[in-house]
């Protein structure tokens, strides 16, 4: 998931990405207890946020859940990335309202 991250760094890349499928496997891992593992599958969805395409399947897989979690989690480093994605989900009308309807104020505040 690193190498896909840092390639997600670059808007450019965000939409092959997501058409290549490479978000969903990704996010599986979301959940790991390895902490390398968690920030960079973390920051491959947070850096794919931005992406119209991208945005749609993370939320349509309720990866924005992951990333909400990431919030509160005693990792700053996660933090950073829980509120990286969410910020870049919420660039996007139509997912402010999926991530309200998720309860995103709570971990934010």
Known sequence: CECL????????????????????????VMRSRDSMILRESG?????????????DIIINDGVHFLLMSFLLSKDSACQKIG??????????DCHREALMKAGVLEPLI
């Open 43 to 55: 920051r491959l969805s947070a850096n794919t946020c931005s992406d119209p395409l991208a945005a």
């Open 83 to 92: 509120a990286i994605g969410i910020g870049n989900l919420s660039t996007n």
């Open 5 to 28: 991250a840092n390639l997600a760094e670059m808007t450019e890349n965000q939409g092959f990405l997501a058409k290549s499928g490479v978000i969903t496997p990704c996010s599986s």
